[in-house]
């Protein structure tokens, strides 16, 4: 080691252990875990980058953000939504939610608290993390909870000729509203729930988008009758085989929205609740983005080739000029930027090998809840599995000779 490799190793603080679990991440998943845990009598501490809870949905969601699904599929374990709440709860509704979720279950996170790398210590029987910071805090629990979500990094697909664009280019984690776009052409790219809704939402604000759809899309209406297409699906499916309810969800939808693949939005072969079971790919739930594609509100295009000084050429060779550039284009994982020895779980991209409803117990004490792309529904399975598993290692760990290694502060690890 050189002598500035030193000088950084005396700087660092001796590892400190932690009774119980550390969870990674304030969200709804790493709440979830937490509020199971304590409900069980296991002690956790919570480690939060941001100076919030729920900061994914408070810092970067949109202003018109409201639950796509219905209250009764996105409350959490232990705390139903306010009796007032409306059946899709808007985004500053669902972070009081959180807050008041959080403080019921006496869980306060540790904000400012990022996660820089996580190992499993063999000598020790724990998990050592270490936050990033002056002196590198290093903490030791005997279980981890990864809760850093499906969301945490925005992808940014590199457009050729991107550096030249005179416009202003964002990704729709940053956009809030289409106030600052009025009059403006915009290119929203992709067309997933969030490039639908911020699609919408320009319109809405006097902006003339167009929306980039590049693949196949289910796009299915977000009530059929006034229920809830996903609550009929999630019925149909205890009584048929998934094949049966895609054809009668996409018969239905037909009705609603007529044919959409005529509107440039052509579906996938395999029908929408199989494919999310394939691939995790989520249906679009239509909240009005279709009738605007069918006024010419909304423009569909096809895929972008490269960035021009101002604006793009598609390519089938034709180009148009935009003010702005939105990008729909979806989130990953940062899991393996700061999680050693997790090679065995979670893939390279980030997310559990074992799908749902079993990717949330690792190795050595290592759990993850909220990587199911099954939403806050799945985060909530995830969360009381995990809270019943370290329930019975903690009893078992009180009960017997070990337990001091749990409450102790150590220095020679
Ligand atoms: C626009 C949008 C709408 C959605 N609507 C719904 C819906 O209606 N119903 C539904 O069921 N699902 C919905 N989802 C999907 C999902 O339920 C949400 O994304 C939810 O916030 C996931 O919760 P989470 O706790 O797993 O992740 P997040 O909410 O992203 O929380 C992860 C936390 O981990 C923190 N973190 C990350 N890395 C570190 C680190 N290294 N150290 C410390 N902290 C770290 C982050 O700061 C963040 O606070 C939606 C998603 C999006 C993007």
Not at 132 to 146: K, N, P, S, Y
Not at 180 to 198: D, I, Q, R, T, Y
Not at 200 to 223: I, W
């Amino acid at each position: 080691m050189d002598g500035e490799g030193e000088a950084h190793q005396e700087r660092r603080r001796p590892a400190a252990w932690v009774p119980g679990a550390i969870i990674v991440g304030a969200g709804p998943s790493g709440l979830a875990a937490a509020a199971c845990l304590a409900a069980r009598g296991v002690p956790a501490t919570v480690l939060e980058m941001s100076d919030s809870l729920a900061s994914t949905w408070r810092h970067r969601t949109y202003d018109r953000l409201t639950l796509h699904l219905p209250k009764r599929f996105c409350q959490l374990p232990l705390l139903p939504f306010p009796e007032g709440y409306p059946a899709y709860p808007s985004k500053d509704q669902f972070v009081a939610y959180m807050e008041a979720y959080a403080a019921a279950a006496g869980v306060a996170p540790r904000f400012g608290a990022r996660v820089e790398e996580a190992a499993f210590d063999p000598a020790a029987g724990a998990w050592a993390v270490r936050l990033g910071g002056e002196g590198g805090e290093l903490l030791l629990a005997r279980w981890l909870v990864v809760a850093t979500g499906e969301n945490a990094v925005p992808r940014k697909p590199a457009f050729p000729g991107a550096a030249r664009f005179a416009g202003r280019v964002m990704h729709t984690r940053d956009y809030k509203s289409g106030e600052a776009f009025a009059g403006k052409k915009v290119l929203v790219v992709g067309c997933g729930n969030s490039g639908m809704e911020v699609s919408l939402d320009l319109c809405r604000h006097g902006a003339k988008p167009s929306m980039v759809v590049r693949n196949t899309v289910h796009v299915l209406p977000r009530e059929m009758l006034g229920i809830s297409t996903f609550g009929i699906a999630m019925a149909l499916l205890k009584l048929f085989s998934v094949q049966v309810v895609d054809r009668i969800l996409l018969a239905a939808a037909r009705v609603v929205l007529g044919d959409t693949g005529k509107l440039g939005l052509r579906r996938p072969k395999t029908g929408p609740m199989e494919l999310k079971n394939l691939t995790g790919r989520t249906p679009v739930l239509d909240v009005g983005t279709i009738g605007h594609i069918k006024t010419g509100k909304i423009k569909v295009v096809g895929a972008v080739k490269e960035v021009t000084p101002c604006g793009v050429r598609f390519a089938d060779g034709e180009e148009e000029q935009f003010d702005a550039i939105i990008l729909a284009t979806g989130y990953r994982s940062n899991v393996p930027s700061w999680l050693k020895d997790g090679g065995e779980v979670f893939t390279r991209e980030g997310m559990p090998k074992v799908p749902f409803p079993n990717g949330w117990k690792g190795k050595n004490g290592l759990y993850t809840v909220g990587f199911s792309q099954r939403g806050l529904l799945g985060a909530s399975s995830d969360a009381l599995n995990i809270a019943r598993d370290i329930h019975c290692q903690w009893k078992d760990m009180m009960s017997g000779p070990a337990n001091n290694n749990v409450l102790q502060s150590s220095d020679n690890v």
